[in-house]
């Protein structure tokens, strides 16, 4: 029997029910008394100067409250990197000089949305197109368009890693081999828009319900943009149709919503359209990749080197976090005695890119699983042996940046080795491909200055024994309210209808940082695991004291009984223990408060993840097309806490990463988005969806709650690479530059044909 | 010019008068507050508005109100059977197979129409009846699993 009662168990989401009927109120649906709605004018330039901005006009227009443009703004220009000041370079609306396509530059606020959108056709905009640079490449020439003014170079962040001795190394491997990658832009499609209600009222006070992946970031960044006290401004996050990284730096609904609130003291709404989603809310981050790797004949890796350029579009976002996480995540998940990286982050006159699920670290994977077949295949190593010969083991250090508790890679990878077996001998142009990944459960960088802890929790038991947990965390869809339910529930004893979770909504939760770098499950997990404890305790003391219990006694709580843990069958219920407790002490709620902030645990994340995916693909010779037969994937993300999540999740994963590898691209002319709605952008469906198996492994993370660490975003990194990896295997051909369509296989094949001939 | 439209919508009749190019889904979420029909797209393209129309799925952001005139709709707010939730929708719970939520009002009417159509679909047939409907969260397979388990009468008794 487990020793767990509701961890573990396969429930169903606490958001289940309104979800699955339609009651779930998002913030697309949201509607107030007095709502105005508002539409955001772009800018159809890649970089341009505003001469003129005239909005008069537009404010005539019968049925329009308010226009704003950038001279309405305090002249703030925001950024998440709050403690590097040059690094916050966006107005969000622009006041002197626009720097993509789809900058904003004015805002309307109207009766109706139609009214709205006609009145942006009367805003009159006048432009002195600027050269513009839309490849990192050329952005970092001498003679390149300046994006921001003082800039050297465009070159807006570098990063560099490095341990051991590289060139030395270098000279002792046997084999050594350069190669060339490029990684593709990905959307993150969210199936929600970005969009927020903004109601700023005559005391003063704002309040924004939005679709969000942290309410306390918006809530700080909105304040001050807005020049307001953070406590008078109340960000709720309903819940959210999805996020995927998109949605945790302030956007231009929440921002341009809450100005033209404050200009009206009536509630305004934005909606972005679709395609303003795939031009103006940010994307995954293109990279140039340049990789040498270095080893023994036996396959022994003995030095990486790692340079990147990322196009970084027009502005800074969480780019430069994905810079450092890229070159983290290329040593992954190997024990290179030497290793160096060096990413530079170029401006350009293009949609910004930023974080987007696995932040950076999908490309490392890319780069790093598809060069390391290279090498074993021209060593004549097999590739599971490789890995497993060089791969990371528990308590490992990757020197001066990380520590490793748990890790499962070596299970992974006899797993995933059996199940090669298992497919036996494939029939022609088939091919398995693996790749093998980690990933961080939470990042333990602060650049965003946040005094609170990292999470908070509490937890408020009520006479009838219901419980109040209050979180800052955000379900996005990833189902954080229903693993911290379970996490309070286990902890606290009780079950999980007893659970009632308040999350995200800065008017009432603790600060949290929010849905980001799968920080929720070890991190809040945590927070709420303490505060459910803090909760017990108090409880215990009550109970303790009317059982007349021997001091030497443990006390516990499981499944809604108050016992002595050696004699289980010995106890109180647990609704009338607290029943007692709050009449005892004289009315006062029991309330338990937990919090988490990693400390001592490297520069990176307090734990990591790991795992291996086998993706099986049939390729037609002739065409280049291929079709994804089957994606199998052994992982470890600790004591599983909800297994029906963690299923959602990897799933999920594939569909998005397999998409990454397989089929989705944002191609662009001149700094233009061509293909920006859901029909254009071609995405796995149902029908191009592969068979997914998942052979889970057993770990248990020190450090995380009940054991647990991530099992979301790590998920998306391994697929790309396992898929061209599979692609060589079938046929031969070797693609380095994503995603890999059947037109570069056709290509690569041809090619082939031609050298052989 | 507004037009009279005369729908019946989860049984309840309503007269409404709408301009001649609104939507039904715009009618629908809009004028009846049916909100738990979403819109994800502008161009037909993802699925999230589908309702049935007349006992066929449909997206509702491709039709006119007009259009659907002295027609029976039924919404996700209708599937369920007063406080007992569809025989989907149960399974739907139980396979996991929604996250984020925002395409499953579409999602679960457009295997409301299909096992309609076919109670007994084979996985192949379930995987093309949903192609139109795009999901970002799941990648579709619980998805699979849940029309799969109802069409194997895992919830007979409850359907």
């Given at each position: 029997?487990?020793?767990?009662?509701?961890?573990?168990?396969?429930?169903?989401?606490?958001?289940?029910?309104?979800?699955?009927?339609?009651?779930?109120?998002?913030?697309?649906?949201?509607?107030?008394?007095?709502?105005?709605?508002?539409?955001?004018?772009?800018?159809?330039?890649?970089?341009?100067?505003?001469?003129?901005?005239?909005?008069?006009?537009?404010?005539?227009?019968?049925?329009?409250?308010?226009?704003?443009?950038?001279?309405?703004?305090?002249?703030?220009?925001?950024?998440?990197?709050?403690?590097?000041?040059?690094?916050?370079?966006?107005?969000?609306?622009?006041?002197?000089?626009?720097?993509?396509?789809?900058?904003?530059?004015?805002?309307?606020?109207?009766?109706d949305p139609d009214i709205a959108e006609e009145a942006l056709d009367l805003i009159e905009v006048e432009y002195e197109p600027l050269p513009a640079v839309f490849d990192p490449l050329d952005a970092i020439k001498e003679d390149a368009p300046q994006v921001h003014e003082g800039v050297e170079l465009n070159i807006n962040v570098t990063r560099h890693i490095e341990w051991g001795d590289v060139d030395e190394a270098f000279?002792?491997?046997?084999?050594?081999?350069?190669?060339?990658?490029?990684?593709?832009?990905?959307?993150?499609?969210?199936?929600e828009t970005h969009c927020a209600v903004a109601s700023f009222d005559h005391s003063g006070k704002l309040t924004v319900w939005t679709s969000t992946q942290s309410s306390y970031y918006i809530q700080v960044l909105l304040a001050d943009m807005l020049g307001l006290r953070e406590g008078d401004v109340r960000v709720i996050k309903p819940p959210t149709g999805g996020g995927f990284g998109?949605?945790?730096?302030?956007?231009?609904?929440?921002?341009?919503?809450?100005?033209?609130?404050?200009?009206?003291?009536?509630?305004?709404?934005i909606v972005l359209t679709r395609e303003e989603e795939f031009t103006t809310t940010k994307r995954r981050t293109p990279m140039v990749y340049y990789s040498k790797l270095g080893a023994k004949k036996d396959g022994t890796l003995l030095a990486k080197e790692v340079r990147v350029i990322t196009e970084g579009g027009a502005y800074t976002s969480m780019g430069a976090t994905a810079l450092y996480l890229t070159g983290f995540f290329s040593s992954f998940p190997y024990k290179y005695p030497n290793y160096r990286y060096d990413g530079y982050r170029a401006y350009t006159n293009t949609a910004p890119t930023s974080a987007m699920r696995g932040f950076g670290a999908p490309q490392a994977v890319f780069v790093g699983e598809s060069q390391l077949d290279m090498l074993a295949h021209?060593?004549?190593?097999?590739?599971?042996?490789?890995?497993?010969?060089?791969?990371?083991?528990?308590?490992?250090?990757?020197?001066?940046?990380?520590?490793?508790?748990?890790?499962?890679?070596?299970?992974?990878?006899?797993?995933?080795?059996?199940?090669?077996?298992?497919?036996?001998?494939?029939?022609?142009?088939?091919?398995?491909?693996?790749?093998?990944?980690?990933?961080?459960?939470?990042?333990i960088f602060n650049w965003f200055d946040t005094p609170y802890a990292f999470s908070?929790?509490?937890?408020?038991?009520?006479?009838?024994?219901?419980?109040?947990?209050?979180?800052?965390?955000?379900?996005?869809?990833?189902?954080?309210?229903?693993?911290?339910?379970?996490?309070?529930?286990?902890?606290?004893?009780?079950?999980?209808?007893?659970?009632?979770?308040?999350?995200?909504?800065?008017?009432?939760?603790?600060?949290?940082?929010?849905?980001?770098?799968?920080?929720?499950t070890l991190m809040n997990g945590n927070a709420v695991k303490m505060a459910a404890a803090d909760a017990k305790r108090q409880l215990l003391e009550f109970a303790g004291a009317k059982m007349g219990a021997n001091i030497v006694y443990d006390l516990d709580i499981k499944d809604r009984k108050v016992h002595l843990v050696d004699r289980p069958e010995r106890g109180l219920s647990y609704y009338d223990v607290v029943k007692e407790?709050?009449?005892?002490?004289?009315?006062?709620?029991?309330?338990?408060?937990?919090?988490?902030?990693?400390?001592?645990?490297?520069?990176?994340?307090?734990?990591?993840?790991?795992?291996?995916?086998?993706?099986?693909?049939?390729?037609?010779?002739?065409?280049?097309?291929?079709?994804?037969?089957?994606?199998?994937?052994?992982?470890?993300?600790?004591?599983?806490?909800?297994?029906?999540?963690?299923?959602?999740?990897?799933?999920?994963?594939?569909?998005?990463?397999?998409?990454?590898?397989?089929?989705?691209?944002?191609?662009?002319?001149?700094?233009?988005?061509?293909?920006?709605?859901?029909?254009?952008?071609?995405?796995?469906?149902?029908?191009?969806?592969?068979?997914?198996?998942?052979?889970?492994?057993?770990?248990?993370?020190?450090?995380?709650?009940?054991?647990?660490?991530?099992?979301?975003?790590?998920?998306t990194n391994p697929t790309a690479g396992a898929i061209g990896n599979a692609i060589y295997k079938a046929v031969g051909v070797r693609i380095t530059d994503l995603p890999i369509t059947p037109e570069k296989v056709f290509r690569a094949l041809r090619e082939k044909e031609k050298q052989s001939k | 010019m507004k037009q009279e439209l005369k729908l019946t919508v989860n049984g309840q009749p309503y007269e409404l008068y709408v301009n001649p190019k609104t939507l039904l889904v715009e009618v629908l979420r809009d004028e009846l507050g049916l909100t738990g029909t979403k819109r994800g797209c502008e161009s037909?393209?993802?699925?999230?508005?589908?309702?049935?129309?007349?006992?066929?799925?449909v997206k509702s952001c491709t039709i006119l109100?007009?259009?659907?005139?002295?027609?029976?709709?039924?919404?996700?707010?209708?599937?369920?059977?007063?406080?007992?939730?569809?025989?989907?929708?149960?399974?739907?719970?139980?396979?996991?197979?929604?996250?984020?939520?925002?395409?499953?009002?579409?999602?679960?009417?457009?295997?409301?129409?299909?096992?309609?159509?076919?109670?007994?679909?084979?996985?192949?047939?379930?995987?093309?009846?949903?192609?139109?409907?795009?999901?970002?969260?799941?990648?579709y397979n619980s998805i699979i699993r849940a029309l799969n388990a109802v069409a194997k009468g895992e919830y007979k008794e409850k359907r």
């Open positions: 029997m487990s020793k767990y009662t509701v961890i573990g168990t396969r429930v169903h989401r606490v958001d289940g029910p309104d979800k699955v009927t339609g009651a779930a109120k998002y913030t697309f649906d949201l509607v107030l008394p007095n709502m105005l709605y508002g539409k955001i004018l772009r800018s159809p330039h890649p970089h341009a100067k505003i001469l003129k901005l005239d909005t008069s006009r537009a404010e005539k227009l019968i049925g329009v409250k308010a226009v704003i443009t950038g001279k309405d703004t305090i002249g703030k220009k925001q950024g998440i990197w709050r403690r590097f000041p040059e690094l916050c370079d966006e107005e969000i609306l622009c006041r002197s000089k626009v720097r993509y396509i789809g900058d904003a530059v004015a805002a309307v606020a109207a009766v000279k002792h491997c046997d084999y050594v081999r350069e190669d060339h990658f490029r990684c593709s832009s990905q959307a993150h499609l969210c199936m998109s949605k945790f730096e302030l956007d231009s609904a929440q921002f341009c919503a809450s100005l033209l609130s404050m200009k009206l003291c009536r509630p305004v709404k021209d060593l004549g190593i097999d590739p599971v042996e490789i890995r497993r010969k060089n791969g990371m083991t528990p308590n490992y250090e990757v020197p001066g940046q990380a520590y490793i508790q748990s890790c499962g890679l070596h299970q992974c990878l006899d797993k995933i080795e059996e199940h090669i077996k298992e497919r036996g001998k494939l029939p022609p142009n088939r091919g398995i491909g693996i790749a093998a990944y980690g990933f961080m459960s939470g990042g908070a929790a509490l937890v408020k038991i009520n006479i009838d024994g219901k419980v109040d947990l209050f979180t800052g965390a955000c379900d996005i869809g990833q189902g954080s309210d229903t693993t911290l339910s379970m996490i309070c529930a286990e902890e606290l004893g009780v079950r999980l209808e007893d659970i009632r979770i308040h999350a995200g909504d800065t008017g009432i939760c603790p600060a949290d940082l929010g849905a980001w770098g799968s920080r929720e407790a709050i009449r005892g002490r004289d009315g006062e709620v029991i309330i338990g408060r937990g919090h988490y902030t990693p400390h001592r645990k490297g520069m990176i994340s307090p734990a990591y993840s790991f795992g291996v995916q086998a993706a099986e693909v049939e390729v037609d010779p002739e065409t280049g097309r291929y079709k994804l037969i089957n994606v199998t994937t052994a992982h470890e993300s600790g004591t599983v806490i909800n297994p029906v999540g963690i299923e959602g999740q990897l799933e999920g994963a594939i569909m998005m990463a397999g998409g990454y590898g397989f089929c989705e691209d944002q191609p662009m002319d001149e700094g233009k988005i061509l293909n920006p709605s859901i029909g254009d952008y071609k995405v796995i469906r149902s029908l191009d969806m592969p068979d997914t198996k998942i052979l889970e492994i057993d770990t248990f993370e020190p450090e995380g709650p009940f054991g647990a660490k991530e099992a979301g975003e790590g998920l | 037909a393209s993802c699925g999230a508005c589908t309702v049935n129309l007349n006992g066929m799925a109100a007009l259009q659907a005139n002295g027609g029976e709709v039924l919404t996700i707010e209708g599937l369920a059977h007063g406080t007992e939730l569809d025989a989907i929708q149960k399974a739907f719970l139980d396979y996991g197979a929604f996250q984020c939520g925002f395409c499953t009002s579409g999602m679960l009417m457009a295997a409301k129409g299909l096992l309609d159509e076919n109670p007994t679909p084979t996985t192949e047939e379930i995987k093309e009846y949903i192609d139109g409907n795009v999901c970002r969260c799941t990648g």
